[in-house]
Structure formats: structure tokens, C-alpha cells
């Protein structure tokens, strides 16, 4: 499977967008782009994906690279509540690609 | 509609005892997924499966069972635990889509001593 590294944290201020990054050099071009992330002691929730276009849903907007060897999670005004790890993850159309292969992720602290 | 929920939420298992965790989804999903999960790190998937009779091994299957006899159950059996399977495990099912986008249980926290 293609892999993602991701910052192991960032900060952001409470009401103020933040701009979550994820590098994946590797990506197949069937591959999608997932973000995920799991808040303190929860399973993790689905938050966006896509594939070569942006995308935005009600939680979040997704940037991606004209290449598609990176991409960015935006949270337009964080909240105390967006505190949590967000994993990005690739997932193809192979075998096993119904899996999803999660990494370490980025801890998102939101301050006050 | 529930969700996928998972039983019991914590356990604490002798070494060499078994037991069984029970994931359970009220959404019709066709797939269905068990991680683990140890601290300060990311999931990684023990067993999947795409339907009911139809099981497959992922990353760290050693020391796991599983069965899907029905669409709506998929349980986890750890025969003999080890302190290695002290972990916090997720249930999680989706259906066939372009999204594919999976929906977790709360997890258990499960201790072997």
C-alpha cells in the first residue's frame, strides 16, 4: 500500500482555520484520499475524501494537489471540540483495498 | 439506528484465558472489520469480512478468531491471551460504495494479566 506521513502534531488557536497536511508521493492513481479522525477515547470517524478534485462536506474542506502527491485537511474555524488525531489514509480499488491502512496520524490541539 | 456497537467496554483476562468480543451493526453493511489499537498508535486490522461465511486475515490475525454467520454479527474470539493483546479493539463495517466509508464502534479495553 502507497503510505502517507503525516506532522506528528500541530496547535491552532480556537475560531481559526487550520491546514492539516499529509504527503503521499506514492500514490497510485486509483487511489483515494481519506481522512479520518478519532477524538479522546472514540473510534475513529470518517471526516472526507477524494480523489483528484477538492471536496468540501459540512465537517471539512480537502485540497489536493494538481499532482496528487499531497494533500490538506482544512478545518475552516476549529473548535475546541475538533481536538483529536486525524489520520490520513490511501485506499485503492486492489484486493485488499477495502482495508484501511491507518498511520500514527497528527494529534490536533486546539487552544483556547 | 444504533450504529455498530461493541461488548463488553472493558475486560480484564487472565494470561492463557479466552474470550469472546461481540460487534453487531444495524446498518445493513455488507463488510465488516476488527482493529486493535495500542497506545500512541494507529489501528491495525486483525480480520475483515465482505459477508456473512466469509472471513479473510489482515495485518495481525496471530492469536485471533473470527465468524460471520449472519450479516448483522461479526465476534472476535482471543483463545489463550498473552499480555501482547492488551490493546483497546474497534469493530467497524461499511458498504460497497466509492466511498467505502467506514463506521466504528465504541471499542473494548481489553487488559490481559
Known amino acids: 500500500d502507497a503510505k502517507t506521513t503525516q506532522p506528528n502534531s500541530m496547535e491552532s488557536n480556537e475560531e481559526e482555520p487550520v491546514h492539516l497536511p499529509c504527503n503521499h508521493s506514492?500514490?497510485?492513481?486509483?487511489?483515494?484520499i481519506h481522512w479520518y479522525r478519532q477524538l479522546p477515547s472514540q473510534g475513529p470517524e470518517y471526516v472526507i475524501h477524494?480523489?483528484?478534485s477538492n471536496v468540501n462536506n459540512r465537517m471539512a474542506s480537502l485540497a489536493i494537489a494538481e499532482d496528487r502527491k499531497s494533500s490538506t485537511l482544512i478545518l475552516h474555524r476549529a473548535t475546541l471540540r475538533d481536538a483529536a488525531v486525524y489520520y490520513c489514509?490511501?485506499?485503492?480499488?486492489?484486493?485488499?483495498?477495502?482495508?484501511?491502512?491507518f498511520g500514527s496520524g497528527t494529534q490536533l490541539t486546539v487552544l483556547p | 439506528n444504533a450504529g455498530v456497537t461493541q461488548t463488553p467496554k472493558f475486560r480484564i483476562l487472565k494470561i492463557g484465558q479466552s474470550m469472546t468480543l461481540q460487534c453487531t451493526q444495524d446498518?445493513?453493511?455488507?463488510?465488516m472489520y476488527w482493529y486493535r489499537q495500542d497506545p500512541g498508535m494507529g489501528l491495525k486490522l486483525i480480520y475483515y469480512?465482505?459477508?456473512?461465511?466469509?472471513?479473510d486475515k489482515g495485518e495481525v490475525p496471530n492469536g485471533y478468531n473470527v465468524s460471520r454467520s449472519t450479516t448483522e454479527d461479526f465476534p472476535l474470539r482471543l483463545e489463550l491471551a498473552a499480555p501482547s493483546q492488551t490493546s483497546v479493539y474497534f469493530c467497524?463495517?461499511?458498504?460497497?460504495?466509492?466511498?467505502?466509508?467506514?463506521?466504528f464502534g465504541p471499542g473494548t479495553r481489553l487488559t490481559v494479566t
Open positions: 467497524a463495517s461499511s458498504s460497497p460504495g466509492h466511498s467505502y466509508e467506514q463506521y
Open positions: 506514492t500514490i497510485s492513481g486509483t487511489d483515494y
Open positions: 477524494g480523489l483528484t
Open positions: 489514509i490511501l485506499r485503492g480499488f486492489s484486493g485488499s483495498a477495502r482495508q484501511l491502512t
Open positions: 446498518m445493513n453493511h455488507n463488510y
Open positions: 469480512s465482505v459477508g456473512a461465511g466469509i472471513t
